[in-house]
């Protein structure tokens, strides 16, 4: 059974960092690409970062690009987003998600994890 468990969210102020974790398990991820996802309070999920699994090709969103970096340890099967210089705009539930190869489509998501930045 593939889990993806999100960690590492919490309350941090605007120009901090934080760093999240996404722990995946149940399969193998090779071709698989990984994004984050985001979900503010009455908003939308919205794309946020993505990273190919055999390659680490990544790809961002616009409002991220800069500040926010993916990445995935092989290793321990996880997938890290390093978020720098939050803006309260950041602020949402994350999500995990592992994206089917070829297609536009995430299959598996984790419960997210809560990030709140104040001002």
């Known amino acids: 059974q593939v889990q993806l468990v999100e960690s590492g969210g919490g309350l941090v102020q605007a120009g901090g960092s934080l760093r999240l974790s996404c722990a995946a398990s149940g399969r193998t991820f090779v071709g698989y690409a990984m994004g984050w996802f985001r979900q503010a309070p009455g908003k939308e999920r919205e794309f946020v970062a993505q990273i190919s699994w055999s390659s680490g090709y990544t790809y961002y969103a616009e409002s991220v690009k800069g500040r926010f970096t993916i990445s995935r340890d092989k290793s321990k099967n996880t997938v890290y987003l390093q978020m720098n210089s939050v803006k309260p705009e950041d602020t949402g539930v994350y999500y995990c998600?592992?994206?089917?190869?070829?297609?536009?489509?995430?299959?598996?998501w984790g419960r997210g994890t809560p990030v709140t930045v104040s001002s």
């Open positions: 998600a592992s994206r089917v190869p070829s297609t536009d489509r995430y299959d598996y």
